[in-house]
């Protein structure tokens, strides 16, 4: 069983700090991703990855960056975390093969006050 | 721009009638489809999946058809049981599975 694990349940973080959200996968899997989710706005992607120091900008990478040094992990940082990166962060792998589906950790919850 | 949109924020039904989900999308590159459910303090997981050369693929309870000229595909679940309520959510790639979107979601409700 595939497993992707987020190093965190529950964050909170104050106004311009510095914060890394950490994401590990078992499955080697080439393809992993960051996602948030927001009310009424379902899943939007951040950033992906489909190979080691190989990243790509989704939708919405404003004030977010990623670094990908080992193929089982990706993590994300927000540089000067602001109160609207409050959300749902979910991470996600796949394989690099069309029709692959996507598999997703639990999330981690980020408050920034 | 949202390229994949689910319209209907809820629904709700009885046990044992059918649910049926909608999705549209815009990007006519997409050509891998899927559904998703996710229960509270979880991630999503995958329900579902069709790619562009069929119009129907069936998996136990549920089924999704895909309409390409319109766009439009559907998610039945036929019969609905309590245990189905979550929020689903339809997604969709173009090759490659590097650009995988998602839409807001449809929070099912199924009532016993």
């Not at chain 1, 311009?16 to 899943?43: A, I, S, T």
């Not at chain 1, 939007?44 to 960056?65: A, C, H, Q, W």
């Not at chain 2, 815009?26 to 329900?47: C, H, I, Q, R, V």
Request: charged share 25%; with cysteine.
């Amino acid at each position: 069983d595939v497993k992707v694990t987020q190093s965190s349940r529950y964050l909170v973080k104050r106004t311009g700090e510095k914060v890394f959200l950490e994401c590990v996968q078992d499955m080697d899997h080439e393809n992993m991703f960051w996602y948030r989710q927001d009310p009424g706005l379902g899943l939007r992607l951040i950033y992906f990855s489909y190979d080691v120091k190989m990243k790509e900008k989704g939708d919405i990478p404003e004030g977010y960056s990623v670094s990908r040094e080992k193929k089982e992990r990706f993590s994300l940082i927000l540089e000067s975390a602001s109160t609207n990166q409050t959300s749902m962060y979910l991470c996600a792998s796949s394989f690099w093969v069309n029709n692959s589906p996507l598999h997703f950790g639990n999330g981690t919850r980020l408050t920034v006050t | 721009d949202q390229q994949v949109k689910q319209n209907s924020p809820s629904l709700s039904v009885q046990e044992g009638r059918i649910s049926i989900l909608n999705c549209d999308y815009t990007n006519s590159m997409f050509d891998y489809f899927l559904w998703y459910k996710k229960y509270p303090a979880e991630g999503p997981t995958f329900l579902i999946s069709i790619s562009s050369i069929k119009d129907k693929n069936e998996d136990g309870r549920f089924t999704v058809f895909l309409n390409k000229s319109a766009k439009h595909l559907s998610l039945h679940i036929v019969p609905s049981q309590p245990g189905d309520s979550a929020v689903y959510f339809c997604a969709a790639s173009a090759r490659r599975n590097n650009d995988m979107r998602f839409g807001a979601g449809t929070r099912l409700t199924v009532k016993p």
